[in-house]
């Protein structure tokens, strides 16, 4: 379970900090992207936790890029073994 939310907070960060520099590009003010996201239906805590630090360009590390990554083939070979088993059923 541990492997398929980390999973899912790696992609929703990947996909904001995505948006956060198209709005930037796009002369958008991205605070006010952070204020949007954070009051619309996609809301989360970690977008108005992380979005204000991230639009000033700070990046404490809470959860290290080695240790999302290891998340990231993990859950890879998970998927690969499951798939593996099944087809030889």
Not at 6 to 29: C, H, P, V
Not at 67 to 81: D, M, W
């Amino acid at each position: 379970m541990k492997l398929i939310v980390n999973m899912i907070m790696g992609s929703m960060m990947a996909t904001f900090s995505e948006g956060l520099l198209l709005s930037e590009k796009g002369g958008l003010d991205p605070n006010v992207l952070v204020e949007v996201v954070s009051l619309g239906a996609i809301s989360a805590p970690m977008y108005s936790l992380k979005g204000p630090s991230m639009v000033k360009s700070l990046y404490p590390t809470a959860f290290p890029l080695k240790h999302q990554q290891k998340v990231c083939r993990y859950s890879k070979l998970q998927t690969l073994f499951k798939s593996t088993l099944s087809s030889q059923k």
